[in-house]
């Protein structure tokens, strides 16, 4: 899907419902696949960030409440997170986070390390969050099955008939089809349990401070899940050579000294870990990667719905990173398995 055009009248009317009337600018702002996001510059010197929410894929109401629990459960404790201003469905206004940076791939291994240890103090921050339970924003969000079954509904379909095209890809898949379960049977099972997690944690879903102590962002799709999808989901941008979008794909591999990094800055946090979760924190890698070119492949069938692009074939291209990190982290499964027994 395209960039929606908003008008300035639209804009404007949006920050006014959320106090703001003195804005001398706003733009267009991040490379977020899913919200539209503006950057908004003030008379008073003050910036914001504007969101519109994509109702297309959010309960606005259920996200609202989601949100405002989590960062205000998280300011309770001090922890620096998103500053929520306003909040006027489906807009909302933050606080801008000044002084931080965002980034579309890791440029150094510290920054792997201070991104996984990020998370793992997410997680810990939020483990006691008082119930009720967080709702379940996108039901089955991660059930790697589900995610399948929706790519073969898709390609029954073929509504755009661009199946034939992605016959390859589709084979790559069949290929992995029977490890896709492990995670979620094995907390069907109970053996991995159910934690409060991001769910989203691709690089540029953290804010870099130049001291590293950085700021998770894009608390959209925090909800409960296995702390496994958040460190694969990490695995799958922050070991990753190149841009999720890179079309050279010479230049898409996994890293072993980012996903040594990210190990470690995990491992150093997330002390909760049982020895179901470990045991498959490199499958994860492979998993959520799998899982998010599964979702690019399904998108690109269905015409481009889902996730925001920018030219025709941008969800396959995507696809293409996606798999060319699995294949690169099954060629190295045996060192990466011994790069996490190192750490646990
Ligand atoms: P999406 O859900 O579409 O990914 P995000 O909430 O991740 O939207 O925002 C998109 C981008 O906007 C982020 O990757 C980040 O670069 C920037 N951003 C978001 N919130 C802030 C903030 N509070 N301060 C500064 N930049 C932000
Ligand atoms: C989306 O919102 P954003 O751009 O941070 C998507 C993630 C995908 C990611 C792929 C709510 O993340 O699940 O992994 O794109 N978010 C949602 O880049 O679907
Ligand atoms: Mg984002």
Redesign the pocket.
């Given at each position: 899907m395209g960039a929606r055009v908003y008008s300035k009248e639209e804009l404007a009317a949006a920050l006014a419902s959320m106090g703001v009337t003195d804005q001398t600018d706003v733009s267009r702002?991040?490379?977020?696949?899913?919200?539209?996001?503006f950057?908004v510059e003030t008379k008073r010197g003050v910036r914001f960030?504007l969101?519109r929410v994509?109702t297309d894929i959010f309960d606005p109401v259920l996200l609202k409440n989601n949100i405002l629990r989590v960062t205000s459960f998280l300011k309770s404790k001090g922890v620096a997170s998103?500053?929520v201003v306003g909040y006027e469905n489906p807009w909302r206004l933050?606080?801008?986070?000044?002084g931080?940076t965002?980034t579309d791939v890791v440029t150094e291994v510290a920054q792997a390390e201070q991104v996984a240890a990020a998370f793992a103090k997410f997680q810990n921050d939020l483990a006691d969050i008082p119930p009720p339970r967080l709702d379940d924003i996108i039901v089955k969000f991660h059930d790697t099955p589900d995610r399948l079954r929706q790519l073969d509904e898709a390609a029954a379909k073929d509504v755009k008939g661009r199946k034939a095209k992605v016959a390859a890809e589709l084979a790559f898949v069949e290929k992995r089809r029977e490890e896709c379960a492990r995670i979620v049977n094995l907390m069907k099972s109970g053996d991995i349990p159910e934690r409060v997690v991001h769910q989203?944690t691709k690089i540029?879903?953290v804010?870099l401070a130049p001291d590293g102590t950085n700021v998770v962002?894009?608390?959209?799709t925090t909800m409960p899940g296995s702390a496994l999808y958040d460190f694969g989901d990490m695995v799958r941008t922050s070991s990753a050579a190149a841009a999720e979008d890179e079309k050279d794909l010479s230049k898409v591999y996994s890293k072993k000294e980012y996903f040594e990094a990210l190990v470690k800055g995990y491992l150093a946090g997330a002390k909760f870990l049982n020895e179901a979760e470990k045991a498959n924190i490199a499958f994860s890698g492979r998993l959520l990667t799998l899982e998010c070119g599964i979702r690019f492949l399904a998108d690109y069938l269905n015409g481009d719905t889902y996730f925001?692009t920018a030219y025709d074939d941008h969800n396959l291209v995507r696809c293409h990173t996606q798999f060319k990190m699995v294949e690169s982290m099954e060629a190295q499964a045996d060192e990466y398995e011994a790069i996490v027994r190192k750490y646990c």
């Open positions: 702002y991040g490379s977020g696949h899913i919200n539209d996001t950057k960030i969101q994509n998103l500053e933050y606080a801008f986070l000044e931080y965002s989203d540029n879903n804010m962002i894009d608390l959209d925001h």
